[in-house]
């Protein structure tokens, strides 16, 4: 069955730098959601997308933003980097209103 | 807010030993109840849910309850095995969100 992909898995950046990951959800799946997981930490909700709107917004950083496309796909724009963005960053479809989010692997960030 | 609460790890135990996890939660609606399972360098895989009082949750010989006379869905299993060794996490959506809450996560350590 597929699953939700993620890009890159690995992403290595320097501070003050910019980086990009990408989400395809399962197909059919209308609801995009990016969470980020700090090292040993639980994961902390940052944003979700329905039918490419905002629908959601945690505790993500006004140096990051994020869309949905028509395709359903998404992305998390992370800009002027900094060492506390290293982390794992899960992405997670639904369809909409469902309660059953499936994640990705993640893609893990690490800033030098 | 809506909060969760786990015992802290790591839970280290013997092939074939009983476990159980603790979760407790605070929700300002009537939430649905999650754990979610996460292996060395892999995502969250959803393990089991309950989505009223009183269900049973159960997969791969877990089993958690929803208790909401004690605001619990504690995580069990009979018989873990080495396999099982992984960081566990309960969280929970409010019914017309599906953004899961989670807890901190407690490592499951099962020696041969």
């Excluded at chain 1, 993620?6 to 399962?26: D, N």
């Excluded at chain 1, 979700?48 to 993500?60: A, N, T, V």
């Excluded at chain 1, 899960?90 to 994640?103: D, I, K, M, Q, R």
């Excluded at chain 2, 989505?51 to 004690?70: C, H």
Aim: hydrophobic content about 35%; overall charge negative; aromatic content about 12%.
């Amino acid at each position: 069955a597929a699953g939700v992909i993620q890009s890159p898995r690995h992403l290595i950046k320097e501070k003050r730098e910019t980086a990009t990951l990408k989400c395809y959800p399962i197909p059919r799946h209308d609801t995009v959601y990016w969470y980020q997981q700090g090292p040993g930490q639980d994961p902390q909700f940052l944003i979700s997308f329905y039918e490419k709107m905002q629908s959601d917004k945690g505790s993500i950083p006004d140096r990051f933003s994020a869309q949905q496309f028509s395709d359903y796909h998404s992305e998390l724009n992370m800009s002027s980097l900094e060492l506390g963005d290293s982390a794992l960053y899960f992405c997670a479809s639904s369809e909409f209103g469902a309660n059953v989010l499936t994640f990705g692997a993640g893609s893990r960030l690490t800033v030098l | 807010g809506d909060s969760v609460t786990q015992m802290e790890g790591p839970v280290t135990l013997s092939e074939e030993a009983f476990l159980t996890i603790n979760c407790t939660y605070t929700a300002t609606g009537y939430p649905s109840l999650f754990w979610y399972v996460q292996y060395p360098g892999e995502g969250l895989q959803l393990l089991l849910k309950a989505t009223k009082a009183d269900d049973k949750g159960s997969n791969k010989g877990f089993e958690a309850t929803y208790r909401k006379e004690t605001t619990s869905f504690h995580l069990e299993k009979g018989s873990v095995q080495v396999s099982d060794s992984a960081v566990y996490f309960c969280a929970l959506s409010v019914v017309g969100y599906s953004t899961l809450t989670f807890g901190k996560g407690t490592m499951l350590l099962v020696s041969p």
